[in-house]
């Protein structure tokens, strides 16, 4: 458990697995700020189950969301970038401003926010910086190619600012998880043509454990990255994945 002076921001966490490590980090003692550009009643009602902050907005803005959590919580110190925007699309039909949409949300987003909490960790000599990343910006997936270049992106980011960091006593690691049970399966779904509960059955023929990942799953392995036992890693890529070693059947 860590002490409620602890201040999480987890971004794109009105579902899945942003809102499972926000409700999970809530239950460890810290007080939370959650920020999501869309779904903002989930969000608000959210903040409101585990008595935390509601911070809607694009994470583009990231000088304004990172001014109001420190203002109403405190600074940060454990951020959480889960924010993320996917579409499937045959690399040959990529629209370059599609392309670009990907990139700007999933790295470039990130970069702005995470700019701004650092100086705050760096002064107190002590933060967290969890960034959730995929198992497909690790082996690619066909129609995913701008996705998964964003969340390799993400990769080479969490390990390059792990080691920058680390000498402030600033932690940084990304997780990738494989097959997570989140509403991104329906889209997963409609894209190979096949009903919701194929596309379950699919993925789980990939998993040698034989089970989708639960967004709790994830969250806690946030949380464990978050506390104390995260403070002997630096720079690495975690993938709770249930044994995955490819990326489709």
Known sequence: MVSKQQVALVTGAARGIGAATARRLAREGYAVAVN??????????????????????DISTADGIAATVAAELG????????????????????????????????????????????PA????????????????????????????????????????????????????????????????????????????????ERYRALIPIGELASPADIAATVAFLCGEGGGAFVGQVLQPSGGVARSRA
């Open 75 to 118: 600074p940060v110190t454990a951020l959480v970038a889960n924010a993320a925007f996917m579409e499937m699309q045959p690399f040959l039909e990529q629209e370059p401003g599609r392309w670009w949409r990907h990139i700007d949300v999933n790295l470039s987003g990130h970069f702005r926010l995470i700019q701004r909490v650092i």
């Open 121 to 200: 960790m760096r002064d107190a000599s002590f933060g967290r910086i969890v960034i959730i990343t995929s198992g497909w910006g690790v082996t690619g997936y066909p129609g995913a190619s701008a996705y998964a270049a964003s969340k390799a992106g993400l990769i080479a980011l969490a390990k390059g600012l792990g080691r920058e960091l680390a000498p402030f006593g600033i932690c940084t690691n990304a997780i990738a998880p494989a097959y997570v049970d989140t509403e991104q399966l329906a889209v997963d779904a409609a894209d190979a043509g096949i009903p919701l509960a194929a596309m379950r």
């Open 36 to 57: 999501d550009v869309a779904f903002e009643e989930q969000l608000q009602e959210l903040a409101q189950e585990i008595g935390g902050l509601s911070v809607p907005g």
